[in-house]
């Protein structure tokens, strides 16, 4: 099966969600969970960067069954249990990551702009992340650093002045 294919099947089992049931997910993403999109160094790209996107649930391992019912509800992603006792429930990956976000969209609260960035970045990134312009990628980086804005964290590696400085130090970019 293609990923064209298992995309189309996962994209009619999400919509077989109900308003109520997607309500309540959203809120459990405003609430406890995080939208992100990341620049990722890649020595093998010519343009030395790419753009992933997650959504990433938190819960404390003891109500990891909340999270196994969520991945059978959303269908992508993987779960991971965390030495200091968190259960993280992940869904990486431009596809599945805009699918989700789009069904989740409208009960979103807290988490509606920095979805709508993220669907935003994901609709304008060429499909397999390797044919970007220059050009394209320091303003999709440039959004990538706005969604940046929304989370809470302490390790983030790379922004867009890195990608900007990377692409004119290899003569990529105009200055």
């Given at each position: 099966m293609t990923n064209e294919q298992k995309a189309l099947v996962a994209k009619k089992r999400l919509r077989r969600l109900n308003k109520i049931q997607l309500a309540y997910i959203a809120g459990f993403l405003d609430g406890d969970g995080c939208i992100m999109l990341q620049l990722i160094r890649r020595h093998d790209y010519v343009l030395g960067y790419q753009i992933r996107a997650s959504i990433v649930f938190y819960q404390k391992d003891t109500k990891e069954k909340f999270l196994v019912w969520?991945?059978?509800?959303?269908?992508?992603?993987?779960?991971?249990?965390?030495?200091?006792?968190?259960?993280?429930?992940?869904?990486?990956?431009?596809?599945?990551?805009?699918?989700?976000?789009?069904?989740?969209?409208?009960?979103?609260?807290?988490?509606?702009?920095?979805?709508?960035?993220?669907i935003n970045v994901i609709n304008q990134a060429p499909e397999g992340g390797r044919s970007y312009t220059p050009k394209q990628l320091l303003t999709l980086a440039k959004q990538v650093d706005k969604c940046a804005h929304f989370n809470y964290s302490k390790k983030r590696k790379h922004t867009s002045k890195e990608v900007e400085e990377y692409l004119k130090s290899k003569d990529l970019l105009s200055p």
């Open positions: 969520l991945k059978t509800k959303l269908k992508y992603g993987y779960l991971r249990k965390r030495k200091d006792g968190v259960c993280e429930y992940t869904i990486v990956g431009l596809n599945p990551v805009r699918e989700t976000l789009k069904l989740l969209f409208p009960y979103f609260i807290l988490k509606k702009k920095q979805a709508r960035i993220a």
